[in-house]
């Protein structure tokens, strides 16, 4: 065999077991009732962890029930995740679920890799910490956890002998084995050695996460419904309008009847006159009278009733909604219209 041959057979060995040992694994978007913000940034850690150990790992560019949808199966279905690699064409992807929770955020991450095999790990993230924090996920990923190092043990003191030396054994016969137990103790006067307490920083656990108590349930009023006191202002606007409204139209009335006076007033002498003028004063009066409590009524009257028509019409307002959903024979996008809550 030429050397040539060789030394390409040998290469083409080498490069085998490297291309069989790479191993892709795909870590999807996350899903769950959190931000978009704070999930790109849970996001952006968990692929940090996954690179530590995984140089092949990448971000997807869509989450697990997106991918589902798109397959056409199940995501609760045991087949689906195996479908759902082979469309993506990795050997693992990465799941992770983010919930927000009284005391902070919940972060659930699986590894599923072919033929089912599950891997899943979930920290609580205090409220006040860092979305990006998930050191307490890092032995999913094959990596140590950061924390303090305990520090090393102190070694304790070598023992010496009590008492005096012992004598050695006569010519001609052999010493003696050692005993098994021996006797320690220290010279008197000599205060005893008391090695250094060890010490162990502990790492804070994480608060509790409340549980509501069973047979509870929360109930939260939507923020866009108005409340009662609201209420009750836009329909006490609503009747004082009216009522000003009522109360300029009698004094209009009044104003028509001394005008009626004015018209029908005699002018032969000076106190007819001053008779008039007093009349012509009132009249000027209940006009004014009625004019402003007229427009202030259709004012007070007319933003009460404006209110209160916009209130009525937002708690009814329906919405509609297009989402993917699966079928029994493929995928599709259901239309729906309701009522909001």
């Known amino acids: 065999m030429k050397p040539g041959y060789l030394i390409a057979m040998l290469a083409l060995a080498m490069s085998r077991p490297a291309a069989a040992e790479s191993h892709k694994l795909l870590v999807l978007q996350s899903e769950g009732r959190a931000n978009a913000a704070t999930r790109a940034k849970i996001d952006a850690a968990i692929l940090k962890l996954a690179l530590t150990t995984e140089p092949q790992a990448s971000a997807g560019e869509l989450n697990y029930t997106d991918a589902a949808t798109a397959v056409g199966c199940k995501p609760e279905a045991a087949l689906c995740k195996d479908e759902v690699l082979g469309m993506l064409a990795v050997d693992e992807i990465v799941i992770t679920t983010v919930t927000p929770k009284p005391g902070g955020i919940e972060v659930s991450v699986r590894r599923v890799t072919k033929g089912g095999a599950t891997r899943d790990m979930t920290t609580v993230l205090p409220a006040g910490t860092p979305p990006d924090k998930l050191d307490g996920l890092a032995p999913l990923f094959g990596a140590k956890p950061v924390g303090p190092a305990a520090p090393a043990p102190t070694a304790a003191p070598a023992p010496v002998p009590f008492g005096p030396p012992a004598a050695p054994p006569p010519a001609g016969q052999p010493a003696a084995p050692p005993s098994a137990l021996t006797t320690t103790g220290r010279p008197a006067g000599e205060p005893p050695v008391i090695p250094a307490p060890t010490t162990v920083k502990q790492e804070p656990l994480p608060p509790p996460v409340a549980t509501p108590a069973a047979g509870t349930q929360a109930s939260a009023q939507p923020m866009d419904q108005p409340s009662t006191g609201r209420h009750r202002l836009e329909i006490a606007g ?5 009522g000003m409204v ?3 139209l009698l ?16 002018t032969t002498t000076k106190q007819n006159l001053i008779d008039l003028k007093n009349l012509e004063s009132r009249g000027d009066a209940y006009a004014g009278l009625g004019n402003l409590l007229t427009l202030s009524g259709l004012v007070i009257g007319g933003i009460g009733t404006y209110f209160y028509i916009k209130d009525r019409r937002a708690a009814s307002t329906t919405s509609a909604r297009l989402m993917p959903t699966v079928l029994d024979h493929g995928a599709g996008l259901v239309f729906t219209i309701g009522g909001s809550p």
Not at 238 to 242: E, Q, R, S
Not at 251 to 263: C, E, M, R
């Open 238 to 242: 609503m009747a004082g309008g009216g």
């Open 246 to 248: 009522v109360l300029g």
């Open 251 to 266: 004094f209009w009335g009044a104003a028509s009847n001394v005008q009626g006076d004015i018209n029908n007033a005699p």
